[in-house]
Nanobody, 123 residues
């Protein structure tokens, strides 16, 4: 499975962006999906996760209430709607897929990764 992330860019604090990640195969419906981010000099961290069915989502405390993860299995796509962006949200954002039912925050549990898309939030 190949994942193609897009939607990053430069935005002012308080603004919004929507990231998209398209999978190369319809079998993406068999995968739990997640968005991670990595800022310069920091470890990759889990931002949001969604189960195969889309029925359960989990968010990092730093983005809860501001970010929303969703998936459209008919379009082989997972989204990350980011609102009320802050300068500390600046990072490269990656989508990831795990061939499991439940999701986990550990990057090593994911089987496939997108190439990353840069989000820069100016103050």
């Amino acid at each position: 499975v190949q994942l193609q992330a897009s939607g990053g860019g430069l935005v002012q604090a308080g603004g919004s962006l929507r990231l998209s990640c398209v999978a190369s195969r319809p079998t993406i419906r068999e995968y739990a999906l997640a968005w991670f981010r990595q800022a310069p000099g920091k470890e990759r961290e889990s931002v949001a996760r969604i189960t195969r069915s889309g029925g359960t989502t989990v968010y990092a405390g730093s983005v809860k209430g501001r970010f929303t993860i969703s998936r459209d299995n008919a379009k082989n796509t997972v989204y990350l709607q980011m609102n009320s962006l802050k300068p500390e949200d600046t990072a490269v954002y990656y989508c990831a897929a795990a061939h499991t039912i439940v999701t986990a925050p550990n990057p090593s549990t994911y089987d496939y990764w997108g190439q990353g898309t840069l989000v820069t939030v100016s103050s």
